[in-house]
C-alpha cells in the first residue's frame, strides 16, 4: 500500500511518473531494455537528455543565454564547483540562513575570501534575515543564498539587493514556485527533493559567467567543459534524469509552476492556518518567512512528539521526525505530495492533540 512520504529527502515521486517508469524498466519503447542499461551515447538515451533539458527551460522560462547542466555530486559538490567556476577577484559574499548555507560557506572558505553579510544564526536560523539590511563588499565575484531551507523551514520571499551576481541554492524548492532566472547568475538543486531520484544536480548558469574556471577546477566541477559536452563529458546519471524527464511533462501537463505554485500555496496554508489555531502544535518560523515545501512543528514535550511519530506512521503518514538538529516533526510537501495527504495530516493531528491533550 502506498503511503502519505513527508520526507525531506530523498522523497516522494509522483505516482503516474512511477507507473509510467515501472512499465518501462523492462522494455523501453521497443528497445528490449531498460533506460539504465544502454548507452548514454546512444539515441533513445540522448533524446530523454535533450527532452529533459527542454522541458526543463520552458518550465522555469530559462532565457536563452542560460545554459543548464545535469551534473552529480549533489548540492554538496555545488558548494565547492560555485568558488572553482565563478571566483575571479578571490572575494562572495554569503547570507546564512541555515545548515546548508552554513556548509557552503565553509566550503567556499577553502577557495577564498568569503564573508557573511547576513545571519540568523544565533536566532536559531527562525528567520531570513531583511534583504534591506543586507550590506554586501564591493568587489565581489557573487553573493550566495539559500533559497529554501530545508531543514528550517524558511524561505526568501524577496531577494537580496546586489548588482553582484546572484547564486542560489535551489536543491528544496526548485519548480514549486514561479522565479525569474534572469534575477540570478547561477541556481543550483541536487534532485532528490522536488524532481527525481538523488544522482542528478541540476545547475542553471549565464553562459557569460562560464569559461573563467580556475586552473585547479576538477574538470567533471567545469561549467564550461559539461555544457560543451551537453552534460555528457562522462557517464550520467541516466535513470535520475529520465525521471526527471517524466516528472517534468508531469508537471508540465498539469499547467506548469504557476499551476503547481498555487497547489503548493494551498497545501501549506491548510498545515500552517491549523499549527497556528492550535494551541497544541508550535511552528518558530517567522510567518513572513515560511517555507512552502518544508513544515517544521512540535507537540508541547520530546516524549509526545515521539508518541506522534510514531503512531502517524501506523496510520500511514511516514517520515514526519524532524531533522536531527531541530527535532520535533517536519512535514516535508514538495509538488508531489497531493493535497489529500496534507489534508490526512491534518485530521490525524487533530485526533492526536485531542487525546493527549
Ligand atoms: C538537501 C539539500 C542539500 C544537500 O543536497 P545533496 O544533494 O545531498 O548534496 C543542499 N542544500 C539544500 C537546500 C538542500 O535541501
Redesign the pocket.
Known amino acids: 500500500m502506498r503511503v502519505f512520504n513527508f520526507a525531506a529527502?530523498p522523497s516522494t515521486l509522483p505516482v503516474p511518473v512511477l507507473e509510467i517508469t515501472q512499465k518501462e524498466l523492462l522494455d523501453y519503447q521497443g528497445t528490449g531494455m531498460s533506460i539504465t542499461e544502454m548507452s548514454h551515447r546512444g539515441k533513445p538515451f540522448m533524446a530523454v537528455n535533450d527532452e529533459a533539458n527542454a522541458l526543463l527551460r520552458e518550465l522555469m522560462n530559462i532565457p536563452e543565454d542560460y545554459s543548464v547542466l545535469f551534473v552529480q555530486g549533489?548540492?554538496?559538490?555545488q558548494f565547492a564547483a560555485v568558488p572553482l567556476n565563478l571566483l575571479q577577484k578571490g572575494k562572495a559574499d554569503y547570507i546564512l540562513t541555515g545548515n546548508?548555507a552554513q556548509k557552503a560557506y565553509e566550503e567556499g572558505l577553502k577557495y577564498g575570501d568569503m564573508a557573511v553579510a547576513a545571519s540568523s544564526k544565533d536566532a536559531k536560523y527562525t528567520f531570513i534575515p531583511d534583504v534591506n539590511d543586507m550590506k554586501f563588499r564591493d568587489n565581489i565575484d557573487y553573493v550566495h543564498m539559500?533559497y529554501?531551507?530545508?531543514i528550517f523551514g524558511s524561505r526568501f520571499t524577496e531577494l537580496p539587493k546586489t548588482d553582484a551576481t546572484l547564486v542560489t541554492?535551489m536543491?528544496?524548492n526548485i519548480l514549486s514556485e514561479v522565479v525569474d532566472v534572469k534575477k540570478f547568475g547561477l541556481i543550483y538543486a541536487?534532485a532528490?527533493?522536488n524532481i527525481a531520484p538523488?544522482g542528478v544536480?541540476i545547475v542553471i548558469v549565464k553562459k557569460d559567467l562560464l569559461g573563467k574556471a580556475s586552473p585547479i577546477c576538477p574538470t567533471m566541477l567545469n561549467y564550461a567543459i559539461q555544457d560543451k559536452n551537453d552534460s555528457l563529458y562522462n557517464t550520467p546519471p541516466c535513470f535520475s534524469i529520465y525521471v526527471a524527464m517524466l516528472v517534468f511533462r508531469w508537471l508540465k501537463e498539469l499547467g506548469g509552476v504557476p499551476a503547481m505554485q498555487k497547489i503548493n500555496e494551498e497545501k501549506a496554508k491548510i498545515l500552517y492556518d491549523f499549527i497556528d489555531n492550535s494551541s497544541f502544535y508550535k511552528n518558530n518560523v517567522n510567518k513572513k518567512d515560511r517555507s512552502l515545501m518544508n513544515v517544521p512543528f512540535v507537540s508541547p514535550s520530546e516524549e509526545l512528539d515521539a508518541k506522534f511519530i510514531k503512531e502517524a506512521a501506523a496510520n500511514g503518514l511516514v517520515s514526519l521526525k524532524g531533522h536531527r538538529i531541530v527535532g520535533g516533526m517536519r512535514a516535508s510537501i514538495y509538488n508531489a505530495m497531493p493535497i489529500e495527504g496534507v489534508k490526512k495530516l491534518v485530521e490525524f493531528m487533530k485526533k492526536f492533540e485531542m487525546e493527549n491533550k
Do not use: E, L, V
Open positions: 529527502g549533489g548540492a554538496s559538490q546548508f539559500t529554501n531551507n530545508t541554492d536543491s528544496s541536487g532528490q527533493k538523488a544536480t
